[in-house]
């Protein structure tokens, strides 16, 4: 009886091509997630872009406040601790 053997190459091409098949359906599923991640990070932008103006109006507001509180601030006598005491507890 005579047994024709692959040639090692070929066994071994076989083997790899073997492997890779087998592995598509992995790599379709991690490249539908991939999708997924990119369409939901589009719409995270999309979101942030048509959000901030309002953000910035808002931040804009802030500072406005913050100015107000500083000039009113400002315009106090500085305390210092000779500063006559108005009856309020001391911090600890």
Do not use: C, K, N, W
Request: aromatic letters at 2%; charged letters at 20%; a positive charge.
């Amino acid at each position: 009886m005579v047994v024709h053997a692959l040639p090692r190459h070929v066994s071994e091409a076989a083997a790899r091509t073997v492997r890779a098949l087998t592995s598509l359906p992995r790599i379709a599923t991690v490249l539908s997630e991939l999708r997924d991640a990119a369409d939901h990070l589009q719409r995270l932008a999309t979101f942030a872009a048509e959000e901030l103006p309002e953000i910035v109006y808002q931040l804009e507001g802030i500072r406005a406040q913050l100015a107000a509180i500083e000039a009113r601030l400002g315009a106090q006598p500085p305390v210092s601790p000779a500063a006559p005491r108005t009856g309020s507890p001391r911090p600890s």
